[in-house]
């Protein structure tokens, strides 16, 4: 959106942010007022989000005050700028996300060299999706790197910093929802491990004690009356929006590879039912998903199990849950890349798939020379070797089947050969949507294909990740732990 009035896009946005936080009174960085237009931009994001604002604003201020004017920098850009904005994104990366990803490729058992570690990292790092959304939008990606950090003190038994950690994550972006119940239920199935009339207890008033206090540091300054609070809540939670909408592009249908908007092509489910309805529909199908995960993490809480839960959990939210942004499925990936040592074939083909699913947003970007090239590379890895039932996890699974199901043996030539027929898919599909005009009477032809097989593969993907957990065995190997 740069250069494009009114809004002018994302780098707008955060550079607007800076101009509010900078020059405004906390009681009104979340309330509409003469200065602050919250239809232009306005702060939709926690605290903490807010706080950083402010930091690059000082700094902003101290090398040009023009940057963050209020009122008169309205839609600025300049090269200088985008410069600094750029650089500001990079800093919380090196501060944050990639100590975070270094520290865990490094510490995992399975990662035995420095070169397997490397490897891993750089495969994480280099996830074409954060290279070309999160960071090509001036996105920072701290709320992932606060969260990356919390499964790392949580795979030391570190469990007040990892509480800590990810109550810093939620506090900066309130998407860190889809990854809080396997945090919560990891936590929780410890406690029960060690007794709640003991050890167990003490540990549960401690991580309690700490998420509060956690809690009521990020949010102090808007504790002076409720209203604040609730003022605050509404933008991090805009119910009155409906089930979806179409983010990013301005005409319908929604474009994106949750359920909602797949079975909105079918059924216009917006129109059949209020918003208040839709809230509860989601809620309870959201639920209903998770559910089985968190009853086996809770009963038989693993450092693995937790590992697979966020990838299921996070899926799930992004294909059954309310006011999904397309972009929301980089909360999927980042936990799967965390997997990617124990399951290559599978963490990669979900890579491709999740990058894939943002090609209308790419195409509109212009990046689609660097996604074809990223993704390239991505397939291009040697994981064909890694698909039999053992490699992707699924032994205990096969033979709990035993008897029932006999093709088993022709697995592997069963995976590779969807994983194949998928590649090419959305090749041809990425090229269609870039080369090819749609017909006249259907302009969106190719978006919607883009939200229907990538919806479709997610459904996968979901009930493949389910089946590990829940057939996941409590004294096999994969009760592995960061050594």
């Known amino acids: 959106g740069a250069g494009k009035p009114p809004l002018y896009g994302d780098y707008e946005a955060q550079r607007h942010w800076q101009e509010v936080t900078y020059n405004l009174p906390i009681r009104q960085w979340y309330f ?33 005050p023009d940057w963050i004017a209020l009122h008169a920098s309205r839609g600025y850009e300049s090269q200088p700028h985008k410069l600094f904005m750029r650089t500001t994104v990079f800093v919380a990366d090196l501060l944050i996300y990639v100590p975070a990803v270094i520290l865990y490729c490094f510490s995992l058992k399975e990662t035995s060299t420095k070169k397997k570690a490397s490897i891993c990292a750089l495969c994480i790092l280099l ?22 950090w919390g499964v790392l003190y949580l795979s030391y038994d570190w469990d007040l910093l990892g509480s800590v950690a990810f109550c810093l994550a939620l506090n900066y972006k309130q998407m860190e929802l889809y990854h809080s119940l396997p945090f919560f239920c990891y936590l929780l199935g410890k406690c029960f491990k060690k007794g709640l009339k003991g050890k167990g207890l003490v540990l549960l008033t401690k991580i309690a004690g700490t998420v509060v206090v956690s809690f009521a540091v990020c949010w102090l300054p808007f504790c002076t009356d409720m209203e604040q609070i609730m003022q605050v809540l509404r933008r991090l939670f805009p119910i009155d929006r409906g089930l979806f909408e179409a983010c990013m592009f301005s005409s319908p249908p929604p474009r994106l590879a949750n359920i909602w908007c797949s079975l909105s092509v079918l059924i216009k489910i917006k129109n059949m039912v209020s918003p208040q309805t839709q809230l509860k529909l989601s809620f309870a199908v959201t639920f209903l998903s998770v559910l089985p995960t968190c009853i086996k993490l809770t009963v038989q809480p693993s450092l693995r199990g937790f590992k697979f839960a966020l990838v299921s959990c996070a899926l799930s ?31 990669t083909w979900f890579s491709l ?14 990046l689609l020379l660097a996604y074809a090239f990223l993704s390239v590379c991505v397939a291009s890895f040697s994981i064909f070797e890694k698909t039999s039932a053992e490699d992707l996890q699924l032994k205990p699974f096969s033979l709990s089947l035993k008897g029932y199901v006999s093709g088993f043996k022709s697995f592997p030539k069963i995976v590779r050969s969807l994983f194949l027929l998928s590649v090419t898919l959305m090749g041809v599909l990425s090229l269609m949507s870039a080369a090819v005009h749609p017909p006249q009477r259907l ?41």
């Open 443 to 483: 302009p969106d032809l190719f978006p919607v294909s883009v939200s229907l097989i990538s919806c479709l593969h997610f459904l996968l993907f979901l009930v493949y990740f389910n089946v590990v957990v829940l057939w996941d065995s409590k004294n096999s190997r994969s009760q592995k732990k960061i050594s």
């Open 127 to 148: 996830y074409p999706g954060l290279i070309l959304i999160d960071h090509g939008h001036f996105q920072y990606p701290l709320s992932l790197g606060f969260a990356l």
């Open 353 to 366: 798939v999740s990058t894939f699913s943002m090609l209308p947003l790419l195409l509109k970007d212009g």
């Open 317 to 347: 939210f992004f294909l059954f849950s309310f006011q999904v942004h397309e972009k929301s499925i980089l909360l999927v990936s980042l936990p799967v890349c965390l997997i990617i040592n124990e399951i290559p074939f599978m963490a």
């Open 32 to 64: 509409n007022t003469s200065d602050n237009n919250l239809l232009y931009w306005g702060l939709d994001y926690p605290p903490l989000t807010a706080y950083h604002s402010f930091l690059c604003a000082y700094i902003a201020k101290l090398i040009n």
